[in-house]
């Protein structure tokens, strides 16, 4: 507390008026006094006006700013129809993207991605709502550089909803100059006297932040912990050796980068994935970069080269956990570029083994399926090929390459080209997932309703969202979610959705 009141007071004193003078007050109306002074040309006009009219005035109520076509994937990318929001609520839409959530299948967050980013017309009503939801959406996936370009096309400065994302969101990637001019040229967006003492100290303005500082604590408007944060920002120097509390709960992106600014930057790892983005920026060390990277490529937030591009950074020279899966992952990769068939054999199951156990089998094999020597591995470096190029983009292809295994793997075979009839599962879920592509499981037909009646992306999330309690252990939500999406024209998304359950969860 000395420290920080001698902060305050040096900086108070520097920001003092160094004297006064006598000045003259200004005309509010400069050219006024200037006419006054020059002479005016005085018109001599009617003192009453010969007659009146009353023109015919048309009333029409506002209803606030235009709503706008916001979206980063063309319709004619995406596949789905221009008007696949625009029959909607936006309300009720936002309520079904906040229950969707975080989805842990990857076919599930492509096909959540590819809603969310895609381009289409507004809703009927509550479009600010929408916009702002699937924003929150994208940052609790961790998907931060696309809710930052929704944000821009959607408008920052639109309402303080949008700027409070925004702010956030250049904070996660340390643009924060960006939300700082917005906040200062327009101060009806926010009322954050926490982020307008860090904006005026980024800007080099030290003893404005400090009176700022010092006001808002002395009449309670920040609170003890931010305010202490903030004295030891403006000058680390007086609270050499002090730590600031980190609570995990409390935890602000502001926050964030005010801790690490004094030397304290708090470990992201109990924090939201979105601060997973912090750890990439070059400043942390290896093993917290790849920390990172799995913890995003698992939500689907970076892809799958830039979770290699982190493994391949150097060697490891340590061993467990993290490092035995960068060691796996780059023994196979040298193996693959010296083309030595025997090599890529014995470094592929244990690559295998470690990446589909740390839920990063569909990266891993996005990454390497097509690099292998299909036609050249037998035995069970044969069997996870296989398995590799179903759960890869070109899943069709697997049968023509390695057809023997296909024959040995009816149902796996079956659900990649979409024909079960003749099959019958070995267990509850392969049994479910056949009849799904048999046609022997009706989808819902409430959701069916919703796409009939023009609400096609409506029933989409809500189908997602019945995907996701079936993966939970509902297998009868399971059918019915995967044969919706069938119905709804997703067949492929449903295929790769049904191959990555059998696949991901069972022994290779």
């Known amino acids: 507390m000395a420290a920080r009141a001698i902060l305050l007071a040096g900086l108070l004193i520097a920001a003092a008026p160094a004297g006064a003078t006598d000045t003259k007050p200004l005309s509010a109306i400069d050219w006024l006094t200037e006419m006054a002074r020059q002479g005016a040309q005085i018109i001599d006009e009617p003192e009453i006006a010969p007659s009146v009219a009353v023109p015919d005035v048309a009333v029409t109520a506002l209803e606030g700013t235009t709503p706008k076509r916001v979206g980063l994937i063309a319709p004619d990318v995406t596949g789905f129809p221009a008007d696949l929001w625009a029959n909607s609520d936006g309300t009720a839409l936002a ?119 010092g006001s808002a604590e002395a009449i309670g408007s920040i609170t003890p912990t931010d305010g202490a944060a903030l004295a030891q920002f403006l000058d680390a120097e007086l609270f050499e050796g002090e730590v600031q509390s980190q609570s995990a709960a409390r935890m602000t992106p502001l926050r964030f980068r005010i801790y690490e600014a004094t030397g304290h930057r708090p470990s992201t790892s109990p924090l939201p994935r979105a601060y997973a ?109 296989y398995q590799m190029l179903l759960l890869s983009p070109d899943y069709e292809t697997a049968a023509r390459l390695l057809p023997d295994l296909a024959r040995a793997e009816p149902v796996l075979n079956g ?49 997602l969202t019945h995907l996701k309690d079936g993966i939970s252990g509902d297998v009868t939500r399971l059918g019915q979610s995967l044969a919706t999406l069938r119905a709804l024209g997703l067949e492929d998304m449903a295929r790769r959705a049904a191959l990555q359950i059998l696949i991901l969860g069972r022994a290779s």
């Open 95 to 213: 309520t079904a993207i906040s229950r969707l959530g975080t989805v842990r299948l990857p076919a599930a967050q492509a096909l959540m991605y590819t809603l969310l980013l895609g381009e289409a017309d507004p809703p009927r009503a509550g479009a600010d709502a929408f916009d702002l939801a699937r924003v929150d959406a994208l940052i609790k996936n961790g998907a931060i550089e696309p809710a930052l370009a929704l944000l821009d096309q959607a408008g920052a400065d639109r309402s303080p909803d949008h700027f409070a994302r925004y702010a956030d969101l250049t904070l996660f990637t340390g643009a924060s100059d960006n939300a700082c001019r917005i906040a200062q040229a327009q101060p009806r967006l926010s009322d954050d006297l926490v982020l307008r003492v860090f904006c005026l100290a980024r800007a080099g303005d030290w003893n404005t932040a400090a009176l700022v500082l």
């Open 415 to 463: 659900i990649a080209s979409g024909e079960t009839k003749a099959l019958r599962g070995a267990n509850l879920a392969e049994a479910t997932l056949v009849d799904v592509f048999a046609n022997r499981i009706a989808p819902d037909p409430e959701l069916i309703g919703l796409a009939r009646d023009g609400a096609l992306g409506l029933a989409i999330l809500k189908a």
């Open 277 to 385: 983005h912090a750890d990439l920026d070059g400043n942390a060390g290896w093993k917290a970069q790849i920390v990172a990277a799995e913890r995003l490529a698992r939500a689907g937030a970076v892809s799958e080269n830039q979770l290699i591009g982190v493994y391949s950074d150097r060697k490891p020279a340590a061993s467990g956990g993290v490092w035995d899966r960068v060691r796996a992952v780059q023994a196979l990769d040298l193996a693959i570029t010296s083309g030595d068939v025997a090599k890529v054999s014995a470094a592929l199951p244990p690559a295998w083994e470690i990446m589909r156990g740390s839920d990063l089998g569909v990266p891993f094999a996005a990454l390497f399926a097509e690099k292998l020597p299909a036609r050249g591995l037998s035995g069970t470096s044969g069997d996870i090929t």
